[in-house]
């Protein structure tokens, strides 16, 4: 089986072709959307991070983010406090469902300490356990926390996947993950999401993509009206 015999595209193209596209793709975008390095290294702390980011701005996300760890220092300390003291502490910072984070906050560090010795499991099945954790924040973990290649799927690579014909339009975002670990060499893996978020924040934009600025025009199925907008979810 595999990703590829599954859904439709709205264009003809064989595996190969696509394998080849997707590959250079990745280098351009690796290229020119270069970090200096990957933020690698503290699994919980990325964890915590990433039940923050959802649906929020990356600099509140930022901002909070250090705050809590100033005033919380590390996992003890927040496995002690009660679910309303972190609501509250989220609240009053500007935090989007609050209630819901705040309680994922505490029960996380509760059962990390408890179930797994202080330390975040490093499987996507066991993080994915925990409360707050869908498959996104699992990988980011995977990826940031602990070094290893995956591709957390965000907003941003699901649609850049869509628009460059390397997922088909309708799936759900874990299938196009799918799509693009068959696609993409797996040694790239990690740089895949660091570098759509970065092009889906400065070209690839959700509204008004700027194609004309776009170093990837002669790549892109969605610049050639291969792809049209309403196609994809
Ligand atoms: S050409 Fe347009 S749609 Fe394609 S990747 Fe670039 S900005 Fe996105």
């Known amino acids: 089986m595999g990703a590829k015999n599954s859904h439709s595209f709205t264009f003809e193209e064989n595996w190969n072709e696509k394998k080849r596209r997707a590959h250079e793709i990745v280098k ?3 290229n020119y ?6 933020l690698i290294g503290d699994p919980y ?9 959802q649906r929020m701005r990356d600099e509140v996300t930022y901002k ?9 220092k590390n996992i003890r300390t927040i496995a002690k406090i009660s679910p309303e003291e972190m609501q509250d502490f989220l609240r009053k910072n500007g935090v ?14 509760q059962i990390i300490l408890e179930k797994y010795g202080g330390k975040v499991p490093d499987k996507i099945e ?4 925990l409360p707050g954790i869908g498959r996104k924040c699992a990988n980011i973990v995977l990826a940031y926390g602990f070094g290893q290649q995956t591709i957390p799927v965000d907003t941003h690579v699901n649609r850049i996947s869509k628009r460059l014909g390397l997922a088909p339009p309708k799936i759900a975002p874990e299938k196009v993950e799918e799509y693009l670990k068959e ?9 895949v999401n660091h570098a759509m978020v970065d092009h889906g924040k400065s070209i690839c934009r959700p509204i008004k993509p700027k194609c004309s600025e776009c170093f990837l025009q002669d790549l892109c199925p969605y610049n050639k009206g291969l792809i049209k907008k309403e196609d994809i979810k």
């Open 96 to 109: 989007g469902l609050w209630k819901a984070k705040g309680e994922w906050i505490v029960k996380s560090s």
């Open 126 to 129: 066991e993080l994915m356990k």
């Open 183 to 191: 696609l993409i060499p797996e040694r790239l893996w990690i740089y």
């Open 28 to 30: 351009r975008l690796m």
């Open 33 to 38: 959307h270069q970090r200096e390095k990957l």
């Open 64 to 72: 909070v983010w250090k705050m809590l760890f100033e005033k919380y």
């Open 45 to 53: 702390k990325t964890l915590i991070h990433c039940i923050i980011s």
